[in-house]
């Protein structure tokens, strides 16, 4: 009777002891090598490390330290990717519902890097299409039920370099911060918070996501996003270099079954440009009102209204003594009505230009202002 007895009291110990060290040691590691095994399977070049994996098999609670992917080639993309600390819960478990609950999952410092020639790459818009039309297929996973009780993302960053310029450049946006509301396998509505500081400018974004029929709603506001940063693309493209110049948007969008769709109003403060160290542009202001995207593929938008404030002369550097003077030689030669248009030069610095389409890779619009600066834009190609 005590040799049964020490068996019935033994035997839930060794198999409690057995799972508390399959547990606490052997979970740990085979979700590292999962993970490694994932990464390489589509990235046999890639390194993958993780400094600390710990897991409670009795809360399942899971804490991760220092993940790092180095290497990777995510759709043609070189990434880097490390997450300094990633912490889950199952706050609840109930087998015969076939149910789990995940408290919050908090990813803190995650940084992504990214390179890639954008010069060999196709159209953005198109590829944009083809994943949203791809994600509609997605259908929500039977057997059993899950809630994941938000998800929050703290001090992420993510750095872009295009390696097709002749001197590699990068964007980079910081402070990234994202919070998710509870997710579920039926698939809700969610909502979402994102605040971020992309190129030393602002950013806060709020929405929501409905997984059962793919649909986002997207509410932005971004403001004093510096230009400056993407100079070497245009340098690169038109030889102009960016001087200074602050982006501002505030607009909506959502997809809906594939279909994207967008309005916003945007604007361009203390915008200088120069080429071959000519000033080519200066604008106090630039704003368009009412951008509607139509088609991402192919590309087409409409605007209803732009109006700029360009600081003209400053722009051409053309001094008003020398439009004075040109104004009356070409007065002494008879043409009085060019005259005038020469001497009103430095005047004109303020253009709008109303009901602006673009389709089939042009630029439409009956406005006057938009046959002024169609004008403009000869005069400046045959400096």
Known sequence: MKALGKILIGVPVIALGTYAVVGFWGVPYLAERALENTVKETNPKATVSVQSFSFN????????????????????????????????????????????????????????????????????????????????????????TWSIAGLRIQNGSARFTDTGLKKPASVLVDSVQVNVGT?????????????????????????????????????????????????????DATQTRLKKGLFSINGNAQTDKGRVSAQADASVASLAAEKNGVPVLSAAAIRADTVKLITLEPLSFSIRNIKADLGFQKATGIDENVTNLVGDIVAAFGHAKTAKRIKSVQKLDKISVSNITYKNGKLHSTSSGFRFLESLNAIWTTR
Not at 125 to 134: L, N, T
Not at 189 to 201: E, M, Q, S
Not at 202 to 228: C, P, R
């Open 183 to 235: 997710v579920t396998s039926a698939m809700g509505k969610t909502p979402f918070t994102v605040n971020a500081r992309p190129l030393g400018g602002t950013l806060k974004a709020t929405g929501s996501f409905t997984g059962k029929d793919q649909k986002v709603a997207l509410t932005l506001n971004a403001a004093d996003v510096n230009l400056s940063t993407l100079s070497p693309w245009t340098e």
């Open 57 to 144: 098999p009795f809360t399942f609670a899971t804490d991760i330290h220092g993940v790092r992917i180095h290497n990777a080639l995510v759709q043609g993309i070189e990434t880097d990717l490390t997450i300094e600390r990633l912490a889950a819960a199952v706050s609840s478990l109930d087998l015969l519902k076939r149910h789990v609950a995940v408290s919050q999952i908090i990813i803190d410092a995650p940084a992504l890097s990214a390179r890639k020639n954008l010069k060999r790459s196709g159209t953005v818009s198109g590829k944009i299409q083809k994943e949203v039309a791809k994600s509609s297929e997605a259908k929500p996973s039977q057997g059993w």
